[in-house]
Nanobody, 120 residues
């Protein structure tokens, strides 16, 4: 079983910064990609950023140039550095990790979600 634990959410003023962390644990053999999603009230979940095993990254247009996704392979941890935050960034942020367990069976794990609120 693979578990994800998120941290780093909170309240920040517009223009401020926040860093989210997500640590994966369990019988993980390989990780194919790690992603951050967010969901605002009344809206559908959207992909914010993703990073592959080879460290290729992708970002939603709305956060490009402001957010940076990175990872620490030794710690099985993915980060989302969020700068120049805007009120429209307010949402619950979820991390997602996909890969294979020791048994080679695929997994698709989700974190518990962490609230990010951008407000003055």
């Amino acid at each position: 079983q693979v578990q994800l634990v998120e941290s780093g959410g909170g309240l920040v003023q517009p223009g401020g910064s926040l860093r989210l962390s997500c640590a994966a644990s369990g019988r993980i053999s390989t990780i194919s990609d790690m992603n951050w999603y967010r969901q605002a009230p009344g809206k559908e979940r959207e992909l914010v950023a993703g990073i592959t095993a080879s460290r290729s990254t992708n970002y939603a247009d709305s956060v490009k140039g402001r957010f940076t996704i990175s990872k620490d392979n030794a710690m099985n941890t993915v980060y989302l550095q969020m700068n120049s935050l805007k009120p429209e960034d307010t949402a619950v942020y979820y991390c997602n990790v996909r890969g294979r367990k020791w048994s080679q069976t695929p997994f698709d794990a989700w974190g518990q979600g962490t609230q990010v609120t951008v407000s003055s």
